[in-house]
């Protein structure tokens, strides 16, 4: 059980957040939840496990903005056990015609948001002597695919964040790790089937599957329940010495 344990989970109001948010307050952790959109219900759905629920509205591409949200909760909770680094979003195009504020706001929040949460948690878990950080990279942390220059830079930069940080952390009882998924359908996904459905003229479910097939063999998504259950894996004692690895969960995509 996490009772009495704080974590902030980024980009946590849809999708992989929204699942691993609502995992670790079935465990009975305090939870703080970030991101845009649908807050009050994924307010709703996290506080229906009756912990302690805040809500943060940090925009992750501004340093600013997460050094605020990192003092909120500390100034809530005395202080941060659990952080787990998702927010993330994706654009796709060829390089040569890739925009490049595009670029910049995917490196500031799929990599560099990261680096700043990591960097104002961590000396209040030095001095608690306990934590957990980790890092929602993906398959595109391991593997490239064409048209995503900019997501796949992020997620290789994000795991070798994780495993500098998991070094610095080795002699304490503090340890960061990367999760890879494949396919999960959430939102981010979702305008991915829509996208490709539009420009190959078929539908929506002749999409998905072209989209699982193309990468992930075993032609089914993970889901979010899924990866929340490995980040409690991550937070438990047995994984006390899992310390800076990039641990998929991609129904084989990278065993390819
Ligand atoms: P999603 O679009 O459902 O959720 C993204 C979350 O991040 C939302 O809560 C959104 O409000 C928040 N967010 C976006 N920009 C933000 C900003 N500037 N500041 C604060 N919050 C912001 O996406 P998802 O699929 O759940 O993705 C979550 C993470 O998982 C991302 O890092 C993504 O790269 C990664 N991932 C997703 C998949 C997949 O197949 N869906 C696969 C591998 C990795």
Redesign the pocket.
């Known amino acids: 059980t996490l009772t009495g344990k704080t974590a902030l989970v ?9 699942g691993v948010a609502l995992e670790l307050a079935r465990q009975g952790a305090n939870i703080v939840l ?4 649908e807050v009050a219900q994924a307010s709703e759905r996290v506080s229906a496990e009756a912990v302690a629920l805040r809500y943060h509205d ?4 501004k340093p600013e903005q997460i050094a605020a949200m990192m003092a909120y909760v500390q100034a809530e909770f005395g202080g941060l056990d659990i952080l787990v680094n ?5 654009h796709i195009a060829k390089i040569e015609d890739f925009a490049p504020e595009k670029w910049d706001a995917i490196l500031a ?2 990599l560099s948001a990261a680096f700043h949460t990591s960097r104002l948690a961590i000396p209040a878990m030095r001095a608690r002597g306990w934590g957990r950080i980790i890092n ?5 942390g391991l593997v490239g695919s064409t048209g995503k220059s900019a ?1 796949v830079a992020a ?1 290789h930069g994000l795991i070798g964040l994780t495993k500098v940080a998991a070094l610095e952390l080795a002699e304490t009882d503090i340890t960061c790790n990367a999760i ?10 979702e305008k991915q089937i829509e996208a490709r459905a539009q420009a190959e003229g078929i539908a929506t479910a002749q999409a998905q599957r072209a989209l699982l097939a193309e990468k992930q063999p075993s032609h089914e998504f ?1 889901t ?1 329940e899924q990866i929340g259950q490995l980040v409690l894996f991550l937070c438990s004692p047995a994984a006390s010495q899992v310390r800076g690895v990039a641990w998929s969960i991609d129904g084989g995509w990278t065993a390819q």
């Open positions: 980024t980009g946590s109001t849809s999708g992989i957040g929204l970030n991101g845009f959109g940090a925009d992750l591409g998702n927010a993330g979003i994706q929040i799929n929602i990279a993906s398959a595109h997501y997620k890879c998924p494949g396919w999960v359908r959430t939102p981010l996904v993970v979010p």
